[in-house]
């Protein structure tokens, strides 16, 4: 797992990675939070939580095992306004202790006993707002926060368009929201029931950013063909995309978010130096790439964990390294 792979870098090479400005655009709010502090949150609230977990690491575990842990434990701590809004201002902590200036978090609006969907978008956004005006003048530079609605690909067409329509609704309102996500667990069910929702998206000048090809089994053959379709600004992952679809997407110049930790402790792919970016980078000279967490709090990876594998398994210098990262805050950071 990525801990033990950057176990080889020095203080010094950590504290540099921290100290470069960097663009994240994929992290699930969720995902985002350390499992220690959910812990916590479950403590002070007399809420179950597992003495033991199937961790990445362990053996035998996989993206199925990620999302169990949505499911069966993550989910019953944040289930009310107080525990997402804890959660938010963890992540936002979390991130810019870690050197982010641009942080674009992505979350799936949930109803349940204490809010329906609409109140849960409005709790993240006031959190989000909250936490900026707490910082507004402080000394480190301020990170700018954006936020993504996500469609799970289970969703009926009536609750994407449900998403779509409070990203439609808020974002006059709110400038941190910026656009509709489809993620969810990709070894279960097509996207295809969700177009005529998803279709809403750009028309709205907001961003559609999809999770794009993540595990080899594709639900339905044409999937990929179908998202190409609605124009997407971004793709997540990328890492079963048949040869002529990504040539398609690099002559388009659709941003690429790679999740190097994910992919591999996820086990879609198999070890870091066999990572897609390598054929991206050094093959295609592909560079419409951003290095992204996924869900740190579970993959334990930091974004400065990220860069500094990135650099390795790529063969930069600290300097190309640097010139990467500004291209990326130059790209998003407006
Ligand atoms: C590992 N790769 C992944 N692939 C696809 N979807 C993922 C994911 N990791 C997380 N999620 C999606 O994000 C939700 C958690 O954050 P939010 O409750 O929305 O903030 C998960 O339920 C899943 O739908």
Redesign the pocket.
Known sequence: MSLKHISKYTQEDLSWARSLPKVELHA????SVSLDDLRSLALSKNLPFPATLALPGDPGFD?KD??TL??ST??GVVRDQDALRFVVGKVLDAFQADGCVYLEL???P?KNVAMDMDEYVMVVVGAIEEWLLGRAGSQEGLMHVRLLL?V?RRHSVEQANQIVDLAVKYAPLHTCIVGVDV????TVGGIRHLVPALQKVKPAALKLVV?FA?VAECPEQDELETILSLNPDRL??CTFVPSHLMDEIIKREITMEI?LS?NVV?GTVSAYERHHLIELWKERGYRNLVLCT??RGIFLNELSHEYLIAMDILGLTKREMEEWAARCVEQYRK
């Open positions: 699930h709010i969720n995902g993206i990620v999302f949505f499911s993550i989910y992505r979350t799936t949930k996500s799970d993620c969810g667990d990709p999770h993540e997540g992952h999740c994910s996820g996924d869900d």
